[in-house]
């Protein structure tokens, strides 16, 4: 069974930093590709960020280029997003997700496995 948990979220004053963490369990040597997207309150998921689990060759939604940081531990099969000089406008719902091909990194409906979310709310 595969489970990812996310972790790291909270509330965060605009400009600070946060790093939120992916754990993979059960097949992860098997994810070839993962990501985190987001939804904000009343706006549908969006695709924040991915990465390639071998090679670690990174992507990032245009908005967020700059300040986020994806990575990647192959030893504790976590991946982490850190975000830095943070808005408002980066409140939401934050997910992982993971899929066993190196398609497309960008739609949602290619990922197989999904965590539960963890919470960034950023005050201005």
């Known amino acids: 069974q595969v489970q990812l948990v996310e972790s790291g979220g909270g509330l965060v004053q605009a400009g600070g930093s946060l790093r939120l963490s992916c754990a993979a369990s059960g097949r992860a040597f098997s994810f070839a590709t993962m990501g985190w997207f987001r939804q904000a309150p009343g706006k549908e998921r969006e695709f924040v960020a991915a990465i390639r689990w071998s090679r670690a060759s990174t992507y990032y939604a245009d908005s967020v280029k700059g300040r986020f940081t994806i990575s990647r531990d192959n030893a504790k099969n976590t991946m982490y997003l850190r975000i830095d000089s943070l808005k408002p406008e980066d409140t939401a719902v934050y997910y992982c997700?993971?899929?066993?091909?190196?398609?497309?990194?960008?739609?949602?409906?290619?990922?197989?496995?999904w965590g539960q979310g963890t919470q960034v709310t950023v005050s201005s």
């Open positions: 997700a993971a899929r066993g091909g190196e398609g497309s990194y960008y739609y949602q409906n290619q990922y197989d496995y």
